[in-house]
Nanobody, 125 residues
């Protein structure tokens, strides 16, 4: 059974950092890409960043480049999203999603067939 479970969200002050985790089961990270998306209230879900089956990385949002990084630990079946220099506009529910093979060149949600339940990130003083 394919599962993705996010954790690590919470309340953080502007300028702070958080690391989100996405623990996966039912498939191998060696053959699947994992992307992080986020959705703020009243806004569409947008892609953040993706790590491919071979470890290649695709960034989907210029506003987050340099602040957000993605990594994985295959032995732990876990993908991480490290978020630094957080801003109030980064507040959203963050989701991880799975796609067989490479990361797509754009944050096409339809390319991802399995999703986690999301974890809330709130950036506020």
């Amino acid at each position: 059974q394919v599962q993705l479970v996010e954790s690590g969200g919470g309340l953080v002050q502007p300028g702070g950092s958080l690391r989100l985790s996405c623990v996966v089961s039912g498939f191998s990270l060696n053959y699947n890409s994992i992307a992080w998306f986020r959705q703020a209230p009243g806004k569409e879900r947008e892609g953040v960043i993706c790590i491919g089956n071979s470890g290649g990385i695709s960034s989907y949002a210029a506003s987050m480049e340099g602040r957000f990084t993605i990594s994985r630990d295959i032995a732990k079946n876990t993908v991480y999203l490290q978020m630094n220099s957080l801003k109030p506009e980064d507040s959203a529910i963050y989701y991880c999603a799975r796609r067989v093979g490479l990361c797509p060149s754009t944050d096409d949600r339809k390319a991802f067939r399995a999703w986690g339940q999301g974890t809330q990130v709130t950036v506020s003083s």
